[in-house]
């Protein structure tokens, strides 16, 4: 018995001894040469984030650790957040750079001033910084003498955009390149999404029809982010070029079906719901005896007529059902409007997805609804310069084609995006939403 247990112990022992070899000598090199035959894992980044949650050492090296420091006006408002809420004034200043002052766009910095009203200049309270207005009201971009701006080096442009031309933050940006190429200074923006996608459709812009609200010949709805498209302008479009430099979002798909808004973009566009109808209904805000739910919650939100007229809500269903051929859904409504102090009557406005929108189309569409309805239509007084061409109120009227006009539209869109493809920076590019009247 003692002879088994001795033979027992012996092997055991000489086991132990054989594993620790492979532990220590054989196993390390086998996986040695495991990884020296394989390829390496690579470690993907997929975390979104703003332009300016993606400043590199290499920028803040150029602007602020530079032989020169570079003194900063920061053209911004209420939007200028980060995704956990700081404001961008914070980020700028933590990174040691030099702010002399903010600027102020429509709607003011805080972003409650009441649309085409004057800004005024103030002073930020929490940085106290002074605040500098741009907007001098009804679509007049503020003019600056080169004394104004000779304690400037460079705009940083950081703020939200909607997606829609005859919206004024873009223009604000354009006239601001205008006036860095003018003055000798740099221009920086920062970009951010596009919230109504990555579509592009309607008509560009007519000569004889450019304003403040129509300052480019690029699409109604353009698919592009601000960055985007400020490298197109300054390239195609600006007379002289502007020093501009773009930080670029980081992981932005601009095919998924919307990026949440961090704030409201001005009073009448609180929420994101607001802004996809405002991809329609702005214009169609330009177009009496129709309102579309400004002054109350369910702004851009809403298409209706005064009940007075006698619109049945038949008529409403049966564009309800076209409208969905249009990416919107909708259901009957009716409410009392206190702002116009009349009880209106048509269809609440619900878009899921702006890249299933065909914001241009579905204008085409309701009008046409309504062609034998007996309405009286009124116009605003900029309406042909926010649509950019004057054929969709002659059609509307009567006298237009509107064969013609989309065929002049398509004709248009094919050729910008060609012309835009190279500035464009995120996959998937934009695409083309064809006028199909």
Known sequence: MNLIWTVVNKFLAGSRVIIIVLLVFIVPKFYIAIAENSQPIPIVETEFKLGIENITPQFLYHFVDGPKPIRVGLVSNHTGVTQTGKRNIEVFLGHGIHLKKLYAPEHGFSGKTGAEKKIYNEVDTASRLPVVSLYEGNSQFKKFSPEELKDIDA????????????????????KCMELAAEHGKKIVV??????????????????????????????????????????????????????????????????????????????????????????????????GPFTTGVGTKKSFQFIGLPKDLNVPMSKWYALKEKLKRHGIQSKGATFYDAKKKAY??????????????????????????????????????????????????????????????????????????????????????????????
């Open 344 to 437: 209106v009557r048509g269809l609440n406005i619900v878009i899921e997805d702006p890249n299933g929108l065909s914001s241009f189309n579905a204008l085409i569409e309701i009008m046409r609804h309504f062609k034998d309805s007996g309405l009286k239509y009124s116009f605003g007084p900029a309406f042909n310069k926010a649509v950019g061409i004057d054929d969709f109120k002659a059609c509307i009227q009567g006298s237009g084609d509107y064969g013609k006009l989309a065929s002049k539209v398509n004709v248009q869109l094919k050729k910008f995006h060609t012309q835009a493809e190279p500035y464009f920076i995120y996959k998937a590019h934009p695409t083309i939403c064809a006028c199909q009247a």
């Open 155 to 174: 705009f940083f442009f950081e703020m939200q955009d909607c997606g829609m031309r005859h919206y004024t933050y873009f223009p604000v940006l354009y």
């Open 190 to 287: 920062f970009d951010r999404p596009n919230p109504l996608g990555g579509v592009m459709e309607g008509p560009l812009v007519d000569p004889g029809n450019n304003s403040f609200i129509s300052i480019a010949n690029y699409p109604l709805r353009h698919g592009m982010t601000m960055g985007e498209l400020a490298l197109y302008c300054n390239d195609k479009l600006l007379k002289k070029k502007a020093k501009l430099y773009v930080v670029p979002m980081k992981n932005y798909d601009r095919s998924k079906d919307s990026m949440p808004l961090l704030t409201a973009l001005s009073p009448n566009i609180p929420t994101l719901d607001a802004c996809k109808g405002y991809g329609f209904l702005g214009i169609m805000g330009e177009i």
